[in-house]
């Protein structure tokens, strides 16, 4: 490898709020607005949530303070971090490739999902919905995924948006239309949020969602919860595959990491709580089912809003609220994988976006014809698809065992060890990793990972 390959010039975020909004643009996607809300409704509602929180602090934040750690140590991106902190001969950097990998296929079938977000937005604001009833509603969704070539043109649309916001400058691209594309969103969700507190089942939704409920906890069982939760944590902040470790790299010294991922959690659980803020009181004011699972989005609150007073209005606004959130960690792994292959091959950004935004589009086609002309393919059994196999290949295999190989190369010492990771994390003002954190980082939170990834793909194929 010649020294070009391993020395391209590193960009730096240019304030701490660009390194927080991007950071938690990442972590904030379809999974907070679409999946949180209709897991919390599958698991309970409240007792759910306070799980979600323990969770979120016993395992989330760790990791992603490992992450960025990481990242800005080596001042690399996940394909070379190894490279720079491992010891000399070591197979650490084996997982820097998965990694890379990870951010691959997660946006393989995630740009998909993102066309949808822009698909209905266009849709209801044209009011292509306006005026259909339930079933009118379920065969409008049907019938996008039924149809490759407006699948196709959406999930291009997200491609080259994304692309060609990466290939500014990271301060003038990327940092600059997330700082906006993100204060958007939250303004939105607010919006969004006191609408729905003034709809007449309001106080039956917040009830639910808020306040815990022992005999809903013990219909819906314990462990179901437990699990639940525990997955849901564990996925929303995108932890195993570089995809935080990346913007550690972008990071200067002045701020100590643990406290900067407690403020990305935060501002993540935000919106996902402020999510069924939304959500939950539209279901009890038309007497939607809470846990009608995933056709939430694309089929029960479209029939909302055709009741709703400005419907059109409310709809349009919280589909550009779901496109946003779609789209900021569509703008965050693609420049990670910017990132990585630049370090790998020593291109030049423009190179990166442009030999990159070829290969994603072509990578992508097979989950959008997934859904029409591959639909025979069912890697899992009938009703699964080309989607399910990617998701699994991500979600169930490479982020948890991604997260687990990262803490512990972080704590051990045939890795890059306690005393590198506590001193590289520590480093600036803020909250710090303490010495009475190191039993549970170093024993505790590798098992739990272990056990939750064992566990996860017992479930998954039972």
């Known amino acids: 490898m010649n020294n070009n390959k391993q020395n391209t010039p590193r ?25 949180f809300p209709y897991m919390a409704g599958q698991h309970g509602g409240a007792i759910f ?3 979600y929180f323990a969770f979120l602090l016993l395992m989330g934040i760790p990791v992603l303070t490992m992450e960025f750690a990481l990242g800005r140590a080596a001042q690399k991106s996940p394909a070379r971090l190894y490279q720079e902190l491992a010891p000399k001969g070591s197979k650490w950097y084996l997982h820097g490739y998965a990694a890379v990998a990870g951010n691959y296929i997660l946006m393989m079938f995630y740009t998909t999902v993102a066309g949808w977000m822009l698909r209905y ?12 009833d339930a079933a009118g509603v379920g065969d409008y969704f049907g019938g996008m995924l039924s149809d490759p070539v407006s699948m196709t043109i959406y999930m291009g649309i997200v491609v080259v948006v994304g692309f060609l916001v990466c290939s500014f400058s990271l301060q003038k691209g990327l940092e600059k239309i997330t700082k906006i594309m993100m204060t958007s969103l939250l303004v939105i969700m607010v919006v969004l949020a006191v609408n729905g507190f003034f709809m007449d089942g309001a106080a039956e939704g917040l009830k639910f969602y808020l306040l815990p409920d ?3 906890a013990n219909a819906v069982g314990w462990g179901n919860i437990i699990m639940g939760a525990l997955t849901q944590s564990f996925f929303t ?5 570089g995809s935080m470790a990346i913007f550690g790299s972008y990071l200067n010294k002045d701020r100590a990491l643990f406290g900067e991922a407690i403020n990305v959690a935060v501002l993540d659980t935000f919106v996902a709580i402020t999510s069924g803020l939304i959500i939950f009181p539209a279901c009890f004011s038309y007497g939607v089912q809470v846990d009608s699972g995933p056709n939430l989005i694309f089929v029960t609150l479209p ?25 900021s960690t569509v703008f965050a792994v693609f420049e990670n994988i910017i990132s990585c292959t630049r370090d790998m091959f020593g291109w030049s950004k423009r190179k990166a976006c442009l030999i990159n935004g070829v290969a994603m589009f072509l990578l992508s086609l097979p989950c959008v014809l997934g859904f029409n002309l591959l639909s025979g393919i069912t890697p899992f059994g009938e009703g699964s698809g080309i989607m399910d196999l990617e998701d699994f290949m991500v979600s169930n295999l490479l982020l948890p065992l991604g997260s687990l190989v990262f803490a512990v190369f972080c704590v051990c010492r045939y890795g890059w060890g306690w005393k590198k990771f506590v001193a590289e994390a520590n480093q600036g003002k803020g909250l710090k990793i303490a010495n009475w954190m190191r039993p549970y980082m170093t024993y505790v939170l590798p098992v739990i990972i272990f056990v939750f990834f064992v566990i996860s793909l017992i479930g998954f194929f039972a």
């Open 303 to 327: 029939n909302i809003f055709n009741d709703l007073p400005l419907g059109r209005f409310w709809g349009s606004l919280f589909f550009v609220f779901l496109s946003f959130a779609a789209l």
């Open 214 to 216: 022992l005999e809903q």
């Open 237 to 241: 902040l995108s932890l195993g595959i």
């Open 49 to 51: 949530v306070l799980f």
């Open 11 to 35: 960009e730096h975020l240019g304030s701490r709020l660009g390194f927080i909004l991007l950071s938690a643009g990442c972590a904030i996607g379809i999974g907070n607005v679409w999946k």
């Open 121 to 132: 937005f266009v849709s209801t604001a044209k009011g292509d919905l306006a005026g259909l």
